[in-house]
């Protein structure tokens, strides 16, 4: 079994930043990719940011420029720095781990809220 944990919501002011946390944590035989998601209220959930195992990331073109995705392969955990963060960047933000641990299967945490407001 794979447990999958995020920390770092909040609320912060327009422009400013926050940077989440996933770890996997379990019987994980090894780890693709780390994907971040978010689901804003009454909108369907969408794609932020994917980091491979070997580092390759993608962004949703909302995004780049003020997000960084990164992992730590040695402790199971994927990051996202966001900056300049604006009022349409509020929802809950998911991770997603593609892991073995006798089969290849997605596995998702809880969820953690950001909140972008004045």
């Known amino acids: 079994q794979v447990q999958v944990v995020e920390s770092g919501g909040g609320l912060v002011q327009p422009g400013g930043s926050l940077r989440l946390s996933c770890a996997a944590s379990g019987s994980i035989f090894r780890i693709y990719g780390m994907v971040w998601y978010r689901q804003a209220p009454g909108k369907p959930r969408e794609l932020v940011a994917t980091i491979t195992s070997g580092g390759s990331t993608n962004y949703a073109d909302s995004v780049k420029g003020r997000f960084t995705i990164s992992r730590d392969n040695a402790k199971n955990t994927v990051y996202l720095q966001m900056n300049s963060l604006k009022p349409e960047d509020t929802a809950v933000y998911y991770c997603?781990?593609?892991?073995?641990?006798?089969?290849?299967?997605?596995?998702w945490g809880q969820g953690t809220q950001v909140t972008v407001s004045s």
């Open positions: 997603n781990v593609e892991a073995i641990v006798t089969t290849l299967l997605d596995y």
